[in-house]
């Protein structure tokens, strides 16, 4: 118990990821939810991040250096940023909250410093021309038949 309470209070995902790959969008692949994400923030708010959410991850540019160092990590936490930045969230999130909670989620699983910081710096320099531009149910792609 003590060590959930630790856990808790730099915050806490309590689903694991689970999504599918569903197309391509300028070449960034898009990924729909297949069941809720929920994190638990430091101040115990609950955010849930729906089934059926569409996201493209973390928009790292695709310079090979950049990309290196950046690309492909932090995927949790890139979901949890992309819903806080669709207008209608729940909660809505101010542009720097749902900045500092993208960080709160990176520290919360372990990411580490060096990789953090420029992702938290690079979303609060670069991501304003993508905030609350879309709703939560915006679809990249229409939902279509589950092939399994």
Known sequence: MAALAKQLE??????????????EKK????????????????DGRRIVVPTGFQTDLASVPRLPF?????????HREAVLHDYL?????????????ANGLFLEAMTSRGVRWAIRWPMYAAV???????????????QYFPAG????
């Open 10 to 23: 730099r915050g806490l995902f309590i689903t694991d990821l689970c999504m599918k790959e569903i197309g």
């Open 66 to 74: 950049v990309y290196l160092l950046w690309g492909d990590r932090a």
């Open 145 to 148: 038949p589950d092939i399994f």
């Open 27 to 42: 070449g960034r692949t898009v990924y729909e939810l297949l069941q809720p994400l929920i994190f638990i923030t430091r």
């Open 85 to 97: 930045f669709r207008k209608d969230s729940v909660p809505v999130a101010t542009f720097m909250e």
């Open 124 to 138: 609060c320099a670069g991501g304003r021309g993508s905030y609350h531009k879309l709703l939560v149910d915006h």
